[in-house]
Structure formats: structure tokens, C-alpha cells
């Protein structure tokens, strides 16, 4: 069954993609007519390319006559690259130019749907109360636990967490909610003994002043986050919960969470999740944690709001949030299969005909990573196990009987197609590849809306949901183009299952106790040459450099110089860990 929600989000999209190519024919963009084998001038023929190879490398007569007086073996093997260049690579990357070329459409188009979604809510002042039912619970003395108070659990799923036990522990013990009605599970996976005892220790403080707080621990750390949810929703009082909330280690919920959350899914029986939106404490801390803030705000202002306020769907982040049981248990409880078990969770439980909520002025404090290394790894995780997921998943949602196509087309499309593959690949095989290859390549043509006017417009439509960061703009730039190689290495790895592909890394935590105006100090500790530098970057800044330098003396058609050696300075200071933390390496 289609819902008004639906249909209204497809009109949007399809909206969003007649302007871009609207404005794609008014720019002369669409004409694919050019031909693809550029560089036919050279006259390179696969049926005379061994033969004539032959004589080149012989040294004829006839080369030495063509280089004046220049070395024979140089003006042949010179010959030869303009002719591999013009007959073979330059084809080739112009094929790969052309894909780039669609997939920045599709890029495109995707952006403008989530962003005219996320400003109509905004300009129309749009609550999730407005489709859904909420009423606050009301009557009940909540310390007594009378009236309509269900029964609900708190997960907190930690590992070795010394830094932010007690916050995350404390605030779940004081969320406002009917002592007899509440369960707080710690599910402790720590390996570190004097740790462990600790967070045991914490447990059994709060036991003794009334808050009914279960210590879970496992013999293994086997499916790790996953397989410690499901290891928590094995337990017996579980059966007895209506609603869970998931928090993780370093998430300080407010006291009126389960108050302003719950009453969703109470009124609402085909809601399974409502998702509160992130707050962080240390995102002033660095111009580090300041990037990652804009990554996040547009993650929440735009695809979440999308999602949510059209076809009811988008990926749960983890933590956050509250769960019906029964959704959980219908859509086959937690699995391990990848490294994003909160999304895999979700799109099954969708696939069931589930709906989601996010309200976004529901704000629960977390932690940014504060080191370039921790934040690679959590992207690096998040990036491979969304394509590796659709890799799994992509079938169960075609011929799943209990959505519409237009929730189809959204999830595998938009959800699933253009964020989780299209776009880590085209924004690093394009801008940080084909772009610095062309400098030396002549024969590739580039058109100038891939380069210029997409980028351009991708930057307003940030700019819009983020005018509070203007100024640091510029700086997020560099940051996500050099992430976009890590992206789209974990994109890959994912879809093909290369080594790694479900290696699960925990984020180093540091604590919220520092003010928002201090720097977070980590522990010094001696490290490795190998481990202080990042090799990657470092060799993706010495090719960016090479091309731009190559581009500033060889001036041709373009002058890309000034961009690539940007981009290749960005690679150079993340290569040496100048991370916005003042200090290098860390």
C-alpha cells in the first residue's frame, strides 16, 4: 500500500531529477554525442601496433629522420607513448569520464531530494506528530510505577570503556521513568580485568540505591556489538520489555528521554524505532571534531529528515534510539553478518512493513573521535559494511511482499545505490584520479559541468543545511576529499568481501568531562614510525603534487594546478597526522 508520505517523496524526486537535467540540457551537459575515442589523430591501429613496435624498438632510420637530431631511442619510445596515450588510455579514461559523468547526475539528483525535503520541513515547521500520534503519558505517579508506564530496558553495550562507564552508566540510572518499569542492561564485552571489575563495581553501586541494573558479560567477543545485543536479548526479563533503548558507551541521554520517545511507539503500532538525533561535546574542540560535526549535521538534517519524513525509513545509527521488541524479534533479531548490525537491523525490519520515526529535537551527548586514525577507522567501518550489506540484502528487497515499489526504489536507489557506492567512488576516481591524470593527457576531454557546476552545486546544497560553518568550509572540502579514498577502498572491500571486510574496530573514547574550549590531551605513548604516519596519504600527496607541478609547467588546456596542489597539501598534513589537534604526530 502506498502512502500519501510516499507519494509526496516521489514527486519530490522526480522533481529534483527533471531541474537537474533541466538544467543539464539549458548547459549543453547532456550532449554524450562526442565521441569517446578521442585522440583518433594519432592514428594508433591494434592491426599494425606489433609490427610497428618492432620497428621502433629496432631504432630505424625513419624515427631518427622524425626526431631532428634527438636520440633515436627516445623521440621512438616517445612516439610510442602518444600513441598508447591516444589509442588506449585516453579512451579508456574518457569511457570512465563518462560514468563519472552520470553517476555525478545521480549524485545530484539525490542531494537536491534530501535537501528540498529536509528546507519543506523546516519552512513548514514539520513535526513527526504531525503524521504520527503522541500524547504524553499522563496520570501516573512514575516513581511508583502506576498507570500507563510499559515496561522497557536500557542496552548499554561497552568494551573496555574506562574513559566513559560512569556517564553513560549514570545516565541511564536517572532517566525519568518508573523504577519498577525500567531495566538498565550493561553489557560488558571488556577484556581488561580491572576495567571489567570496575564497571561491575558501577553496576552494583546503582543497584543499591533501587535501580534495577542487570551486569551482563560474555565468555567471547564473538559477532562483538551484535552478538552482545542478542546475548542481552536472551535473557528472561527481556521477555517482559516492551520498547529497548540502545545507548552506547559515551551517549548521556537527557533524564525526559524515554518521556518524550516512547509514547511513539505506544500510540503508533506500526512504528518499530524513533531515533533521537546527535549532540557532541567536543565538537569545538578541534578544527578535527569540527569537520566531522558538519559530516554528522548534514547526516541528521538532511538523509535522516528525508527519510523520515517521506517514506517512514532510514538506517538506525546504533545508539540513540528505541526499539520495539517485537520488531526486533520479527525482523530475525541482531546478526553479525557485517560491521553495521543497526542497519542491517533496519532494513529488515522495514522489509517487514515496519515504519520509522526521527525526531530530531530529541539531542542525546556523545563523542567525536578526536584522532585522525580513530575517525578513518569508524568510517572505514561504516562505509564497507553499508556496501557489503547491499551486496547481501539487495534481492530480500525486491521481492519483499510488504513494501510499496516506491519504498523499493528509495531503499535500493537512494538508501542503498547512490550513498553507499556512487558516491565514495565517483568523488575519488574523478576529482582525486581522472582530473589529475588529464593534465597529462591531452587527448581526455573533461567537461566542464562535471568539474565545476556539480561540485558547485553540491556545495550550496551543504552550505544550505550548514550556514553556521561557512567559514570552515574550505576546510571540509580538503578533509572530505582525502576521506573519500578511504571510502571508497571500504566501499570496494565491502562489495567484493576483500580481506577486512568484516573486521570490527572499536573508537577509542577519551571522556566528556574536558570543557567545549579545551583540547583533549590522549595519553602519550612511544609508536612506530609507520604508526605516526598515515603512507596512504602520503603517496596519494606526492601523485597530486606531480600532477600539479606538471600542470603549472606544462600549461595546456586546463589549469587544474591550483586545486591539485590543495588536495595534495590536505593528503600531505593528514599523511603526517595534522589533524586540527595542534600537535603532529600523535
Not at 508506564?149 to 521513568?177: D, R, T
Not at 581488561?192 to 543499591?208: G, H, Q, R, T, Y
Request: hydrophobic residues 50%.
Amino acid at each position: 500500500m502506498v502512502e500519501a508520505g510516499e507519494i509526496g517523496g516521489a514527486a519530490v524526486f522526480a522533481l529534483a531529477a527533471a531541474a537537474a537535467l533541466s538544467a543539464a540540457s539549458s548547459l549543453g551537459a547532456v550532449d554524450f554525442l562526442r565521441p569517446l575515442a578521442v585522440g583518433g589523430g594519432a592514428g594508433f591501429e591494434w592491426d599494425g601496433v606489433v609490427p610497428w613496435l618492432i620497428g621502433v624498438l629496432g631504432g630505424g632510420g625513419e624515427a631518427a629522420a622524425a626526431a631532428g637530431g634527438v636520440s633515436v631511442g627516445v623521440a621512438a619510445w616517445y612516439e610510442v607513448w602518444v600513441r598508447v596515450r591516444g589509442g588506449v588510455i585516453a579512451p579508456t579514461l574518457q569511457v570512465a569520464v563518462w560514468v563519472c559523468m552520470v553517476m555525478s547526475v545521480m549524485l545530484v539528483v539525490e542531494a537536491t531530494f534530501n535537501s528540498a525535503v529536509s528546507l519543506g520541513v523546516k519552512a513548514i515547521g514539520w513535526r513527526p506528530e504531525w503524521r504520527f500520534k503522541w500524547e504524553p503519558l499522563a496520570g501516573a505517579d512514575e516513581e511508583k510505577g502506576r498507570g500507563e508506564y510499559p515496561m522497557v530496558m536500557v542496552q548499554i553495550p561497552m568494551y573496555n570503556e574506562l574513559e566513559v562507564y560512569k556517564l553513560s552508566i549514570g545516565a541511564a540510572c536517572e532517566l525519568k521513568w518508573p523504577k519498577d518499569k525500567l531495566i538498565v542492561q550493561v553489557l560488558d564485552d571488556s577484556t581488561d580485568p580491572f576495567i571489567k571489575n570496575l564497571v561491575e563495581l558501577e553496576c552494583e553501586s546503582w543497584a543499591s540505591k533501587g535501580v534495577n541494573i542487570k551486569y551482563v558479560t560474555r565468555s567471547s567477543r564473538k559477532g562483538f556489538k551484535a552478538g552482545a545485543l542478542k546475548k542481552g536479548m536472551e535473557c528472561d526479563y527481556t521477555k517482559q520489555c516492551e520498547y529497548i533503548a540502545i545507548f552506547d558507551a559515551d551517549f548521556q541521554p537527557e533524564p525526559d528521554f524515554l518521556l518524550r520517545t516512547v509514547p511513539f511507539l505506544m500510540h503508533n503500532p506500526d512504528v518499530a524505532l524513533v531515533q533521537a538525533r546527535w549532540a557532541f561535546v567536543n565538537d569545538t574542540t578541534s578544527l578535527l571534531t569540527r569537520v566531522q560535526k558538519m559530516f554528522f549535521d548534514y547526516h541528521f538534517k538532511v538523509e535522516q529528515e528525508a527519510g523520515s519524513a517521506t517514506f517512514a525509513f532510514f538506517s538506525f545509527n546504533g545508539t540513540a534510539g528505541v526499539w520495539r521488541t517485537t520488531a526486533i524479534n520479527e525482523a530475525g533479531g541482531w546478526k553479525d553478518r557485517t560491521t553495521v548490525e543497526d542497519m542491517d537491523l533496519a532494513v529488515r525490519a522495514s522489509l517487514n512493513g515496519w515504519k520509522f520515526i526521527y525526531v530530531g529535537d530529541i539531542r542525546v551527548k556523545s563523542e567525536l573521535p578526536s584522532t585522525y586514525g580513530a575517525y578513518c577507522r569508524q568510517q572505514f567501518r561504516w562505509a564497507c559494511g553499508g556496501a557489503n550489506l547491499f551486496r547481501k540484502i539487495a534481492m530480500d528487497v525486491l521481492v519483499a511482499k510488504d513494501i510499496s515499489l516506491l519504498k523499493k526504489f528509495y531503499m535500493l536507489y537512494s538508501f542503498f545505490l547512490v550513498r553507499r557506492v556512487v558516491a565514495p567512488m565517483v568523488a575519488c576516481v574523478l576529482y582525486n584520479i581522472i582530473v589529475p591524470l588529464s593534465v597529462m593527457i591531452p587527448e581526455l576531454f573533461i567537461p566542464i559541468w562535471g568539474v565545476a557546476y556539480i561540485p558547485m552545486a553540491l556545495l550550496i546544497i551543504t552550505t544550505i543545511r550548514n550556514p553556521r560553518n561557512l567559514h570552515i568550509m574550505p576546510f571540509w572540502i580538503l578533509f572530505e576529499s582525502v576521506m573519500t579514498v578511504l571510502r571508497m577502498r571500504a566501499a570496494l572491500t565491502g562489495l567484493m568481501e576483500l580481506s577486512g571486510f568484516n573486521k570490527w574496530t572499536v573508537t577509542k573514547k577519551i571522556g566528556s568531562s574536558v570543557e567545549d574550549t579545551q583540547v583533549p590531551l590522549l595519553p602519550k605513548t612511544r609508536k612506530r614510525l609507520r604508526d605516526r604516519i598515515n603512507l596512504p596519504e602520503i603517496g596519494f600527496s606526492v601523485f597530486l603534487i606531480f600532477c600539479a607541478s606538471y600542470n603549472l609547467i606544462f600549461h595546456g588546456k586546463t589549469s587544474y594546478y591550483f586545486n591539485l596542489y590543495l588536495q595534495g597539501l590536505a593528503f600531505l598534513l593528514l599523511g603526517f597526522n595534522f589533524t586540527g589537534n595542534f600537535a603532529c604526530c600523535q
